[in-house]
């Protein structure tokens, strides 16, 4: 059985960390022992058994602090078991069917052999930091398009798969 897991992000104006976070509260109702941090405040992964990491979705890109978490961490990561999400489509799709990998996600999905990955609706609230923020919410596009049950299933599977290992 893994002991500690750490779940880590990368997250502009707060949604993924929620997300994030409620990945950690089912690890942890599945009796695993878990830290959630922000991907630029972690230090280093070697006393983790596993990692779950999370980047929001910017012009198709995974947020940069998760992009330069799994770079720096990637030596140690391809030697424990890893999982990935995205949180980001500012519509119901990612509700609707399974999103893949961004290029760049996919890419270091492979390098690592990252045991899953999925691509979970985003936020964006009045409030929101930047310029494209901004501008999608002029717009009329933003909203809460977050499905917690579908967050909590997948996290459900990653104990299941922690617990029995």
Sequence with gaps: MTDTV??????????????????????????????????????????????????????????????????????????RPVWFFSSGPLDASASERDIPPVRGVLRAMNRLDVQGHATFGGRLAEGARGRVAGMILRSGKGGDFRDFGAIEAWAKDIADALTRA
Excluded: M, Q
């Design 6 to 79: 750490l779940v880590t992000y990368g997250t502009t104006n707060g949604s993924t960390a929620e997300i994030a976070e409620a990945v950690a509260d089912v690890l942890r109702e599945g009796g695993l022992t878990v830290e959630s941090l922000p991907a630029r405040s972690v230090t280093g992964v070697a006393h983790y058994d596993a990692v779950v990491v999370g980047g929001g979705l910017y012009t198709g890109r995974w947020h940069k602090d998760a992009r330069r978490f799994v770079r720096r961490n990637r030596v140690l990561l391809a030697e």
